[in-house]
Every structure is written in C-alpha cells, then in structure tokens.
C-alpha cells in the first residue's frame, strides 16, 4: 500500500460520476514563510514531499484553513467563485492562532498558479463538477515550545468534485442539536475556520449520524438560547411566501460564535438583488424554530451549497447527572474523574416541511456561478473577469 495515492491522470476521470473524495492532482502549490518572508513558493508534484506537508506537526494546532471552488463556464474559461472573501477570511484566522498570513494578491497569484498547472482537472462545463479548492497554512518547525511556530507553509490543494445533487437539490435530512458538545464557546474561535475546531466534532457528529442525523445543529453556547450553525455549514431559513406580492423573507443567525459564509453572505445577496426577497439577519430563538415559524430550513456552505433541513431534535436533560464523587479502579482513585449517575434526555422537535422555496435560490446561485444566470457579470463575483483558460 502507497502511503499516498499516485496521481491521478485525467483523462482516466469520469466527469459524470465524480465523488466528493480525494482525487490527487498533478501538483499543489506551498510557499514557506521563514525568517521573515514568504518565499516564491513552488508547485510540489513529489508524494514523499506531500506527506512531509501533511505530516507537520509541532505547531500545537496552528492550523487554518478554506474551502472554494472554481467552475468551467458556459463561455469555457475557468473562475473562482469570490476567493478575496476566503482570502480575507484566511487572514482572520491566522491572526486569531498567532500565524504569519498570505497577503490577498499573495493567496490569489497562488490560487491562479496551481489551477493553471492543473488545468486539464477542471471537470468540463457539460459535467457540472467543478474544482474544490483547499488551501490552508499551518505551523511548522522542529520547536518544542509552546509559542509560534518558527516558520509557516502556505499550501493549495486542489481536487475535482462532482455536482452533489447533479442538477437538482437533495432529499431533505434530520439535524440533532446535542445537549452535551459545543463547537464553539463563548469568546472563543467559532468565527475563524480553525482545524482545531473541528476534530472534536467529528465524534459526537459520527455517533450522530449512527442515530440517522445527517448533521449536527448548535445553538449560541453562552445561553443555548438561539440558534448559532451547523458543524460545517450556516443555518438559513424561508418564511411562506407574502400572500400579497409572493416576496419570502430569508433569515440568518447573526452571532459571534458563527463562522461567516461566503455561501450564506452570497445566498442572502442574490435572494435580496435576483429574487426581491427581504433578508434578515438577527438572532432566532430556538422556540420560534420550535413554534413552526419557518417554512423552510436549511444548511448552507461552499461543498454542497444548500441541503434542506426538515426537522430539528434538541435533546434536553429532565433530570440531570447525579455526581457521585471520585471513581476508585483497584482501590487507586483517578485524577479529578468523577463517576457520574445517568440522566434523562428528551427529544423536542422542530419541523419545516415547506420546499419551492430553497430550490429556486439554488438555481439562481448555480446559473450565476456556471455563468448561465442573465447578467451574472454585474455581481463581479468569478474571479478573474477575463477567466483562467
Ligand atoms: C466552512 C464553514 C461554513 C461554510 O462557509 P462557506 O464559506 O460558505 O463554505 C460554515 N460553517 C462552518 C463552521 C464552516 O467551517
């Protein structure tokens, strides 16, 4: 067994029948950042030098990283769909974990390196896959102190994908908000896409999945009151239409803990500017969701675009854990382990069984993006205008 796959040639791909996995490319893109600069970076095609990068290690979770992706267009030029937004995020989350960032024009000369060297795995326009792009930047350095790192890699992957739900939206999935694990805390890094946000998410979102969730909801963690996002996407949700003019009111948690998508931020732009639909961002309570206040409700990120939601569980504890005191294991008691009685958990749901609504806003942001959408020009959102050829 490799320990990395070989590259994979493209024209063995089936562009119809791509999954949503890990395809190597011909190269990657990695700039080192040492002793005070960024170097004129280079396009890494070696697999042992891929799995160095992978590899990186002592840098205690610095570790940021994005996701966007760039389409093959009706006019056949290729452009990414708004990655200033995602530069200006990556930004963020460097400085929220201590990291020396790429510069905007630094992150889109990369950007625009690597898809030219991997041109020829930009999935055809007919096919509607498209590239999903990752780059990240991550501490490295052989340092065993707990401070930053004394170099950083700046690194794009990219890997085509195929369409999700291949021209249509998908069947609508149950989300669970858990009474026991928080992405986020209050005033801590929920608004910066951190690696280290994620790994502790992975275990209670697969044992919600063995329960049938397809994804896992949480609510503001200072007061488990409203409603903040999903592990790995924003919430969003439709109001019936307006029975006088047939406007639908979009709306949005806005919440420090909430990671600002570049799907969300578009969606709203594009209901509001292409659709004429009101867009509210404001804080929405677990028990309007609760009351059947929304018609629809959804997660919305860059991978899939919008997955509808159609119903909500929310666990809530009747009677809480009884603590017992310190467990003893053969008569050696554990360090601050305290053993706990059970507890009782109820399931409350909220249900939003409305369609029409998201599926038209899909349309919208997939004609615009495929550059199919009438004007899509004026939004000024594929970058670079002329298009990567
Ligand atoms: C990446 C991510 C999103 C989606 O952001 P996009 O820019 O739309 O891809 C939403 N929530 C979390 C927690 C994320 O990590």
Known sequence: MPLYPPVTDPKTIDWDNIPFDYV???SFIKYTWREGLWNEGELVTDGTLTMDVAATAL???????????????????IRVFRPELNAHRLIKSCAATSMIPPTVDLFLLALKRVIEDNIDYVPPYESSGSLYIRPFVVGSGGQLGLSPAPEFYFCIFVNPVGDY?????????KALISHSFDRAAPHGTGAVKLGGNYAPAFLPSNAAKTRGYAVMLFLDPRTQTYIDEFATSNFAALTAPNPSDKTRTYVTPKSPSVL?????????????KHLGWHVERRQISWEEVKQGKFEEMAAVGTAVVITPVEEVHR???RAPREVKGLST???VEDVWRDEEGDEEVEIDVARASGKGGFLELYRAYKALQRGELEGWERYGWMWPRDGIA
């Open 24 to 26: 190597r490319t011909r």
């Open 59 to 77: 840098h205690y979770g610095q570790s940021a990283f994005e996701g966007l992706k760039a389409f093959r267009m009706k006019d056949g030029k």
């Open 165 to 173: 739900y291949k021209g249509g939206m998908g069947n609508p999935v």
């Open 260 to 272: 600002p998508s570049v799907t969300n931020r578009s969606l709203t732009e594009l209901a509001r």
């Open 315 to 317: 666990e809530v504890v």
């Open 329 to 331: 294991r053969d008569g």
